[in-house]
C-alpha cells in the first residue's frame, strides 16, 4: 500500500482540492486497493470543516465531488503512517519539516516537485483571491497529480 497526504494551510482549498482529483485518478487508472489519499491542514482554524465553496464549485465544474471531505490538522504521526507528505508551497513544507520526526523528512515533497515542467515551485494559497484563482490551483494540481502518479508507478509499484 502505498499512503499519500496533501497538506496546505487550511485544509480547505489546495489540499482537499489535490486529495479529490488525485483520488480520482487513482480510480480511473484502478489503483484503489494500491494507493490511500488523505490531506490535512497546517492551521487549526477549518477542523472538520467541508472545503470552501469556490474549491467545491472548481472541482465539481470539473467533475470531481470534494464535499463529502472535512478537514483535519496534520501531526507529526502523518510521518509514520504516509509514504509521500505533500505540501502545497515553501511555508507549508517549511512548518511541516519543524514538525517532522527524525528520519521522516525523505517522505516530504513539495507538490510541484512532480510537475517541473510548469517551472513553479509553489501552487499559490487561492484564499484571498478571486474566483480566477481557484482555476488555476486546479489545473497545477492535475499536472503535479500525474507526475505523482508516474513516481509512484516508478518506485512503489
Ligand atoms: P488553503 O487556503 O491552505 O489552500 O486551504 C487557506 C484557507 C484558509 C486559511 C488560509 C489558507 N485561513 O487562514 O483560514
Redesign the pocket.
Known amino acids: 500500500m502505498v499512503n499519500v497526504l496533501f497538506v496546505?494551510?487550511?485544509?480547505?482549498?489546495?489540499?482537499?482540492?489535490a486529495e479529490g482529483v488525485f483520488r480520482a485518478l487513482v480510480e480511473r487508472e484502478g489503483l484503489s486497493d494500491q494507493v490511500t489519499v488523505d490531506s490535512a491542514?497546517?492551521?487549526s482554524?477549518?477542523i472538520g470543516s467541508p472545503p470552501?465553496d469556490r474549491?467545491q464549485a472548481t472541482a465539481k465544474q470539473r467533475g470531481i465531488d470534494l464535499s463529502k471531505q472535512r478537514g483535519r490538522q496534520a501531526k507529526a504521526d502523518d510521518f509514520e503512517r504516509f509514504d509521500y507528505v505533500i505540501a502545497?508551497d515553501s511555508q507549508?513544507h517549511g512548518d511541516l519539516a519543524r514538525m517532522c520526526p527524525k528520519g521522516g523528512k525523505a517522505r516530504l515533497y513539495k507538490f510541484l516537485e512532480f510537475a517541473p515542467q510548469l517551472g513553479l515551485s509553489d501552487?499559490p494559497?487561492?484564499?484571498?483571491g478571486g474566483d480566477g484563482g481557484f482555476d488555476a490551483?486546479f489545473d497545477m494540481i492535475e499536472a503535479a497529480s500525474a507526475g505523482l502518479l508516474a513516481d509512484i508507478r516508478a518506485n512503489h509499484l
Open positions: 496546505c494551510l487550511g485544509n480547505i482549498c489546495r489540499s482537499p482540492t491542514g497546517v492551521g482554524w477549518h470552501d474549491a502545497m507549508n501552487v494559497d487561492p484564499y484571498y490551483v
